[in-house]
């Protein structure tokens, strides 16, 4: 039997666990490679850092700065991001990215925040608040209740 046909037998019988909210993003790295599968944060880091870079408007100012950071600023922020925060995939991301340029493009981009200090400022980060926020939508837009108490 190989590893990874191991690996995958353990898996079946409950023995190995994937629990996303470990440090390593569910599994060690070594059972990503064994088992083939893209690991978080790491594969597609550039590609992301690429897209969620296009969304933010070039030549718009606020606070003095401009908001479109660089890349190798936003791909390191996003890093952490990730490492921090394995939950959100890379569409809850960038849709979170894409609601907040849209909510800022509404006020004139007045106050915006620079990408980067979107993904992470100081330890606070706006960017897992809109990652909520997308995550919850569906939540919201459930039908409530006409129960009265």
């Known amino acids: 039997m190989t590893r990874k046909e191991v690996l995958q037998q353990l898996l079946k019988e409950?023995?190995?666990t994937?629990?996303?909210n470990t440090k390593t993003g569910g599994w060690s790295k070594r059972v990503y490679e064994i088992l083939e599968l893209p690991q978080?944060?790491?594969r597609d880091l550039p590609q992301l850092a690429v897209a969620f870079?296009?969304?933010?408007?070039a030549g718009i100012k606020s606070g003095g700065l401009y908001v479109r950071s660089g890349m190798a600023t936003i791909e390191g922020k996003l890093r952490k991001f990730l490492k921090k925060f394995p939950?959100?995939?890379?569409?809850?991301i960038l849709q979170a990215a894409e609601k907040y340029v849209e909510e800022s493009r509404r006020d004139n981009y007045q106050y915006m925040k620079t990408a980067e200090y979107f993904i992470f400022k100081n330890e606070g980060s706006t960017l897992e608040t809109y990652c909520e926020i997308i995550k919850n939508?569906?939540?919201?837009s459930a039908p409530q209740s006409n129960l009265r108490m």
């Open 18 to 20: 994937y629990n996303p």
């Open 137 to 140: 939508r569906e939540l919201e």
């Open 14 to 16: 409950g023995t190995l």
């Open 87 to 92: 939950n959100y995939t890379r569409e809850e």
């Open 53 to 57: 870079r296009n969304i933010w408007p």
């Open 40 to 42: 978080p944060g790491v």
